[in-house]
């Protein structure tokens, strides 16, 4: 399905019972909405799930950047707006939690709770890394080197040795990824820092982490847990950055009653 959202037509599946209350799934960088198919099916029984592709992913138009994360934000608010979605759950992965801390503050009223999982609130020390990523894909697109680093950085040794199906699943998704979308959120990354901002949360967070993830490390994300108020934080032993597909049984477990807690029943 598609919606015209601020200047573009955004992607998005729907699925669950109708009458159940909604929640809204950001996907991480260079991939798209079907990263979440495990945890989907995970949420159905007792919600109505909501996963777009965001600018420049997926099915999703893209536009030429810089991008800004905070109109990236507004994206997702604008999408709820145009689906009639008053307030909602929301989970975010990677860049899907820095949209997540911007509605935490922003649009708190739009939220019964978020998720921010491998995720962080100040990306701007990694800035040389972004612009490095950048020049790659200007030069030479979604090359081999873009998506064997992403993999390198997404997956813990002990996965990309012994899950090749979910290494090849992200694989395709990374080299598939619109060089111009991918470019413009970069940009939108590598300035990203909004910890001054963090006390302003008012909505019901939980934070999870892996423990092996290089991208966003345990760390970044306790400074995240410290910032928030009243924000709880967990650590999943023995995975890296894509935690929910890596270990998707001990995601859930992590996500589900957190959910539960916080926001209308079915």
């Given amino acids: 399905m598609r919606v015209r959202v601020n200047d573009i037509d955004v992607n ?4 669950g019972k109708e009458s159940a209350p909604p929640v ?8 798209e909405l079907s990263v979440w198919d495990e945890l989907t099916a995970a949420l159905e029984p007792s919600y109505r799930v909501i996963r777009l592709d965001a600018r420049g992913h997926g099915k999703t138009d893209t536009t030429p950047g810089p991008y800004d994360m905070t109109k990236l934000a507004g994206d997702v608010v604008a999408f709820m707006d145009k689906l009639g979605i008053a307030k909602a759950r929301y ?17 708190p009223e739009r939220f019964h709770s978020l ?6 609130s100040d990306m701007s020390a990694a800035r040389a890394i972004w612009e490095g990523r950048v020049k790659t894909v200007e030069q030479e697109g979604m090359a081999k080197s873009i998506v064997e680093g992403s993999m390198q950085r997404w997956l813990s040794p002990d996965a990309l040795k012994s899950k090749p199906e979910v290494v090849a699943r992200l694989s395709k998704m990374v080299a598939d990824t619109s060089p111009a979308g991918f470019i413009g959120w970069c940009q939108a990354i590598m300035d990203f820092n909004v910890t001054s901002r963090l006390k302003e949360v008012k909505v019901p967070v939980r934070i999870i982490a892996g423990s092996l993830d290089p991208a966003t490390t345990p760390a970044m994300m306790q400074i995240m847990h410290k910032e928030i108020p009243g924000s709880e934080y967990v650590e999943i032993p023995g995975v890296a950055h894509m935690l929910h597909v890596e270990a998707p049984a001990k995601f859930h477990a992590e996500v589900l009653p957190f959910m539960a807690k916080h926001g209308p029943k079915a």
């Avoid at 998005?12 to 699925?15: A, R, V």
């Avoid at 809204?24 to 991939?31: D, E, K, R, S």
């Avoid at 998720?115 to 962080?120: A, I």
């Fill in 91 to 107: 989970l975010g992965l990677s860049m899907g939690g820095f949209v997540g801390n911007i509605l935490g503050y922003a649009h």
């Fill in 24 to 31: 809204v799934l950001h996907h991480p960088l260079a991939t």
């Fill in 12 to 15: 998005y599946e729907i699925s």
């Fill in 115 to 120: 998720v921010l999982v491998s995720t962080s």
